[in-house]
């Protein structure tokens, strides 16, 4: 473990849920979710549609936080071979400090972590599976209320859990949204990508972002199920319901940036940071490739649509400066933070390390070793500061 002379937030780390986290709230008058056990294996429906984004959606045994680190870092240095075989060693039981917050609180203090984003691990995948607004918001309001009972949106101003919101419908997206700041929320959650075939920077969404920005809270875009991989992958004749670890290599390349690198510039050239300048918007789990390539293509865009319209009205500054004064990105672990850093500035970018993941780190504190380059205000910047700013919290010294 990395020892640092403060203590971390940590922008991307997960707890896993318990099986009735979408059926304990749930309204038995519109609840469409239920689990049913076929060959032996419990599976979650939304009505007639499986939710098979995820091979085990029980979480009952996982693997160890970091299990998957040297493959990944394999990867990163481009020497991955062919024939790789995923090892996720041994499947355990989730201990308690994965599924409730008074023993993460005390793993949080042996990790050194002050604060930490929190988000879901089953949650960020059933969106894709609902198909009209009532199943949507049905659903997703039994599953906050289960995570503010059993986590809080912000316990302790240390465990900031977002609840889920959803765009389909502009009115009820507004209601959400309130609901979940009348109880302490300082971040949400949306799904990357469009809503009801409608950016979210459409003119439709402003009371929902005009509600966020008199709040100053944050809006946080974690990788998730994507209409995307359904779409794509059956206009490429690609499987549309294979599950997430058995996606094709075709499906991670076409399907895994696009919808934040959409989402992101829906809402810079679609001016939603110009309408309400306190927004501010965070990825999380979705890497930092694309970073680069989307802001070149964001710059030459808004010379090439000049003369076209402007929906949310004409942007007043270069969309990679608007992009810079209102997003944050969180690199995966074994990426680049520090050219990263150097791209959008070192202010936007916030270290997280996917804990308990077998992708993420075992120890969130050793994301700092890629950041030996930096001066120590900016590695705590990095470590510490954006986020707590973000968060409107403190500093707190060294937790062990």
Wanted: aromatic share 8%; net charge negative.
């Amino acid at each position: 473990m990395t020892k640092l002379p403060y203590a971390v937030c940590d922008a991307d780390s997960h707890y896993y849920e318990p099986e009735d986290c979408l059926t304990r709230h749930a309204d038995p008058r519109t609840n469409i979710v239920e689990w049913r056990t076929e060959g032996g294996k419990r599976r979650l429906y939304a009505g007639d549609r499986r939710m098979n984004f995820l091979s085990n959606p029980t979480y009952d045994r996982v693997a160890a936080p970091g299990a998957l680190r040297e493959l990944f870092m394999t990867v990163a240095d481009g020497n991955v071979a062919l024939d790789v075989e995923v090892d996720y060693g041994v499947l355990s039981p989730p201990p308690p400090a994965y599924m409730h917050r008074d023993p993460r609180l005390a793993m949080m203090d042996e990790q050194n972590i002050q604060a930490a984003i929190l988000v879901p691990s089953l949650g960020v995948t059933i969106e894709a599976f609902l198909e009209t607004p009532d199943e949507t918001y049905s659903t997703l309001r039994a599953f906050n209320e289960w995570l503010y009972e059993d986590w809080g949106f912000s316990y302790k101003e240390r465990i900031f859990a977002p609840p889920l919101m959803s765009l389909v419908d502009p009115d009820r997206a507004a209601e959400e949204l309130t609901w979940a700041l009348s109880l302490g929320a300082r971040i949400v959650h949306l799904r990357p990508g469009p809503a009801a075939e409608r950016s979210p920077g459409d003119p439709a969404y402003d009371r929902f972002w005009s509600i966020l920005n008199e709040a100053g809270a944050v809006v946080a875009c974690h990788q998730a199920a994507s209409v995307y991989n359904r779409v794509l992958s059956e206009l490429w004749g690609e499987s549309t319901t294979a599950p997430s670890n058995r996606r094709s290599a075709f499906q991670h390349a076409i399907a895994e940036d696009r919808p934040v690198m959409d989402m992101m510039a829906a809402l810079v050239l679609h001016n939603v940071f110009g309408r309400f300048p306190n927004v501010k918007a965070v990825s999380i789990e979705n890497g930092a490739a694309w970073v680069s390539y989307l802001l070149k293509t964001m710059d030459k865009a808004m010379t090439m649509g000049r003369r076209g319209p402007w929906i949310g009205g004409k942007l007043s500054a270069k969309p990679s400066e608007i992009f810079r004064q209102h997003c944050s990105v969180a690199p995966f672990p074994e990426e680049d933070p520090v050219g990263l850093s150097k791209l959008i500035g070192v202010d936007s970018v916030l270290m997280g390390s996917d804990f308990p993941h077998p992708e993420g780190l075992a120890e969130p504190t050793d994301f700092a070793d890629a950041l030996e380059s930096l001066s120590a205000p900016d590695v705590k910047k990095i470590m510490h500061d954006n986020l707590a700013g973000l968060l409107c919290i403190g500093e707190m010294p060294a937790l062990r």
